[in-house]
């Protein structure tokens, strides 16, 4: 009766749990949290130290013993034991500024679409062992589509591509469900290696991961710019062992990041190839829709709208796309429970 009542007030969460970040809405609340899926370890006593935020700032920055994992960084729960306390984390620190004599939450988690059965699991009950009453699993890009609101349980074809930072997932939905898909490990963290080895082969310069993440959202872009933007990396030089700034222009960096723009490119190209004709003239008319990340390099959506021939668009705020995805399932979860991936609302709706 009590946990009827109150159930109205319950902090159910929606979970995006990305490669790069984990993002946390609260059903009537919003977003909540939004920090890296970073993980730092001490590798001796298997102590984990900080989580998100905290752990993020020690990456490169650590002694020899810790280290700054991402446990999802493939895109697939690579880590259990450490994803779990991630979860855990995460959960307890909403469960700590909410009301924490509300009933244990519902939990919508959005997932990669390639994680296998027994990953599901694990991830489920992850979730159960964090304090939830109930985990229901969606995958990312349907996550993603709910959230930039496209129909996905019409008879029409929407198509969504979401560029993380370890997997790109593409994605034809019809019905409430996914009718072509493809995922791919090369999307961000990808882009960010290509700028490291150019700046190594080109310069003899060693630079450090978010150095190359800065020069990309600086002045990368897939697409020709029409004004052209300078920027200068710093690192190591690899023959004298000391400090070394290099000037680089935004050409330099497309050409860094091509190969892995073009197999971007390919794979969105090859999921149009496989849907069925009537889906692809709905997507024609509506347009490829990005979302995370990778969607915001610069001429992304133009390079992907001259090899495909369709129109694209941007998802707005395409980095909390899937929570706020994962947060309309939780508001609507009666209509939209056909969306899950979970067989757990079956079982017991409440
Ligand atoms: P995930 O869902 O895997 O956690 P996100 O959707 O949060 O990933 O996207 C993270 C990726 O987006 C990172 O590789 C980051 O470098 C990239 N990114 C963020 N902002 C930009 C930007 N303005 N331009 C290009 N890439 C960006
Ligand atoms: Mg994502």
Do not use: W
């Amino acid at each position: 009766m009590l946990n009827k009542f109150f159930g109205h007030f319950s902090h159910d969460l929606g979970i995006d749990l990305g490669t790069a970040n984990t993002l946390v809405y609260v059903r009537g609340t919003g977003l909540v949290i939004n920090e890296p899926s970073v993980v730092a370890v001490n590798t001796k006593t298997k102590q984990i130290l900080e989580i998100g935020d905290a752990a993020k700032k020690m990456v490169g920055r650590t002694p020899a013993n810790i280290v700054a994992s991402r446990p999802l960084v493939d895109g697939v729960v690579s880590d259990f034991e450490v994803t779990e306390q991630m979860l855990k984390y995460f959960i307890h620190k909403v469960h700590k500024e909410t009301f924490s004599f509300l009933p244990r939450p519902r939990v919508v988690i959005g997932l990669p679409s390639g994680v296998t059965e027994v990953e599901r699991k694990a991830v489920e009950d992850a979730a159960k062992n964090a304090g939830a009453r109930q985990a229901l699993l969606i995958e990312e890009p349907m996550a993603a589509a709910i959230g930039a609101r496209l129909p996905v349980q019409e008879a029409a074809g929407s198509m969504i591509v979401d560029i993380g930072g370890g997997t790109t997932e593409v994605a034809v939905i019809s019905l409430g469900g996914i009718v072509a898909a493809r995922s791919l490990r090369i999307a961000g963290d990808e882009l960010n290696e290509d700028i490291i080895q150019f700046a190594r082969d080109e310069y003899n310069l060693l630079l450090g991961e978010r150095t190359a993440e800065d020069i990309k959202i600086a002045i990368g872009s897939a697409y020709p710019l029409e004004e052209k933007l300078e920027a200068i990396m710093r690192g190591r030089d690899l023959v004298t062992g000391l400090p070394k700034a290099i000037s680089i222009d935004s050409d330099q960096i497309r050409q860094a990041i091509q190969k892995s723009v073009n197999a971007i490119v390919e794979a969105v190209k090859m999921t149009v190839e496989e849907t069925p004709p009537e889906l692809v003239a709905d997507i024609m008319d509506k347009g490829i829709y990005l979302a995370g990340g990778g969607a915001l390099l610069r001429g992304l959506d133009k390079m992907l709208s001259l090899s495909t021939k369709m129109p694209v668009h941007v998802a707005d705020d395409p980095l909390t796309s899937v929570v706020r995805g994962c947060g309309l399932v939780l508001e609507d979860i009666d209509s939209l429970k056909e969306v899950l991936v979970s067989t757990d609302y079956e079982k017991s709706p409440k």
